[in-house]
């Protein structure tokens, strides 16, 4: 499980980077397996103190959720090159749940590859704060457990 930060232009934002309040950033999860998992899997994903996630109260489908976060519509012709893998991954979602301590997707499985979960947040709080790690367990097989690297991100005013 690889968790990576990103501007809404795209740029990785290292350990440490510095964002404007008000920032929006994209949050992107990958998950590689070689053999594919089918049991009932939770990936999820604890924000840092001054992130919030800006999908928290719709009931918006994932593939949906992730076109609107990415600027396109429903009249688009050709899918943002960004999000083609997190789309492909989108079939496997069953529900996602936003709240104000993490976002946690539930999946019916994942193929033998690489899977991409993104999602949104936005800066809403000045400070140095930590972003703890992101887990990944499944339901039926408590063997199978993956955490991402812990990150800090600081909110400038």
Known sequence: LHRVLETEAGA???????????SLVRIRLFVHTEHGVESPLAVRDPH???????????????????AALLGMSPSDDVADARGVLAMRTSNYVQHVAHDVHASTFYLSMISPSLSELTYGVRATTVGTFSVPPAELASERNPALVARSAMTTLVVDP
């Open 12 to 22: 990785t934002l290292a350990d440490g980077a510095h964002i404007p309040l008000g």
């Open 48 to 66: 840092a103190a001054g992130l919030e996630p800006i999908e928290g109260g719709h009931r918006t489908a994932p593939a949906r959720a992730l």
